[in-house]
């Protein structure tokens, strides 16, 4: 709980100007209850006149040069190819709870996570979602192709046609194409919630988690093909023992890499507008 102590206060006010729920009024001394225990005010405060139990040390000189962070973004890549090594649960459990300086929206903090290391649990999963997706994609068919034309436009139509075509005949070819033999799979869920942005939150930790993994010397696969058979086959989530009024917001993959990349790769430019004047 946050909560005001004026003792020390020089009412500079940047914990007012700081709170995103304009929820401080120090002239009178108050937190009104839009507070999101984000706890901005008592880091931004100098004088100590913000109930400090949340502090777990102060900020230093962050090392990291820029050319650093530009440097793991280009070298991380994501991975398909893992060892066969085992991730130990300590160290999975580890990175999970670094991890939660991840930023929610409304500081909502609400994503589990379910780890699963199970061999014939991640076999079953890899199995379902191929059954499940090849359901799906087999709904573009004959019959429904002119009504997709007709609501979609032969654009969407086309795109439609190129994912079904390329996911069947990966499907034939990798049998592990979903979970890619890999050691571990974390499942990122939540209740649904009328507010924030658990879908968001779940992204933004998928990958920022990939990037934290690249300097464990672990590698990733961030996995939509299990987000959406899930929502599609109630047996998967059954599989990962999460209720059904929970949502799966997003699935990694994780484990050591059996090869490395020798070489980083260009990309498109960005497609970047000012609105300046
Ligand atoms: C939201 C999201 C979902 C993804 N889903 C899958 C997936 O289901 N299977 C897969 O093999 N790769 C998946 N990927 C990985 C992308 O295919 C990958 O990012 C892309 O090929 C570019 O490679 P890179 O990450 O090495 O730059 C996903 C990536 C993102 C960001």
């Known amino acids: 709980m946050v909560e ?7 009412k500079c006010k940047k914990c007012e100007q700081i709170c995103p729920v304009s929820g401080i009024n120090i002239n009178e001394n108050t937190i009104n209850t839009d507070c999101i225990e984000c706890h901005h005010c008592g880091a931004i405060c100098q004088y100590h006149s913000i109930n400090q139990q949340n502090t777990i040390g102060n900020n230093t000189q962050n090392n990291i040069q820029p050319f650093d962070f530009e440097l793991l973004m280009q070298q991380r890549r994501t991975h398909r190819i893992f060892s066969a090594q085992a991730v130990a649960p300590e160290v999975l459990k580890e990175f999970i709870e670094h991890m939660r300086f991840s930023p929610t929206a409304s500081n909502l903090q609400s994503l589990k996570f379910t780890v699963i290391t199970n061999k014939s649990v991640l076999n079953e999963i890899n199995i379902l979602t191929i059954r499940t997706l090849t359901k799906a994609f087999n709904t573009v068919n004959s019959i429904t192709r002119p009504l997709i034309r007709l609501f979609s436009g032969t654009r969407a139509l086309n795109k439609m046609e190129q994912s079904k075509r390329k996911f069947l005949n990966k499907a034939e070819l990798k049998h592990d194409m979903i979970c890619y033999n890999a050691p571990a799979l974390i499942v990122i869920h939540s209740e649904k919630s009328p507010v924030g942005m658990p879908c ?5 930790w998928t990958g920022m988690a990939t990037l934290y993994a690249e300097l464990l010397n672990l590698c990733t696969c961030i996995n939509g093909y299990i987000v959406n058979a899930a929502k599609r086959n109630k047996k998967i989530k059954q599989l990962m023992h999460i209720p059904a009024e929970e949502e799966i917001y997003g699935t990694i993959l994780i484990g050591y890499p059996k090869t490395k990349f020798e070489k980083r790769v260009q ?4 497609s970047i507008s000012f609105i300046s004047e």
């Not at 968001?200 to 933004?204: E, T």
């Open 200 to 204: 968001h939150d779940a992204n933004i």
């Open 267 to 270: 990309r498109k430019m960005p």
């Open 4 to 10: 005001l102590n004026t003792e020390n206060c020089i």
